[in-house]
């Protein structure tokens, strides 16, 4: 099921393993999504575009506090 985050009029859409970003996620949105790896947070840009960070969070909270940081500099 996923979860909107709002913070600094940035939805933060925390995402289950077997969803997909771009059905839930658009333009400014921040997407967190899991795998074995961790959690990654993933921007999305115009056009569907998506940006992420070269590695993942060990928690979700670290990647949630990440998210939150990036909404507070307007990127998203």
């Known amino acids: ?11 933060i859409v925390v995402l289950e393993q077997n969803e997909h970003l771009a059905s839930h996620c658009k333009p400014g949105d921040i997407g967190i999504i899991s795998d074995e790896a961790g959690w990654w947070v993933k ?9 992420c960070y ?23």
């Open 43 to 51: 921007f999305v840009g115009e056009g569907g575009q998506v940006d």
């Open 54 to 76: 070269g590695i993942p969070y060990p928690s979700y909270n670290e990647a949630l506090w990440s998210a939150k940081a990036a909404a507070e500099f307007g990127v998203g």
């Open 1 to 11: 099921m996923v979860t909107v985050v709002r913070h600094r009029k940035v939805n």
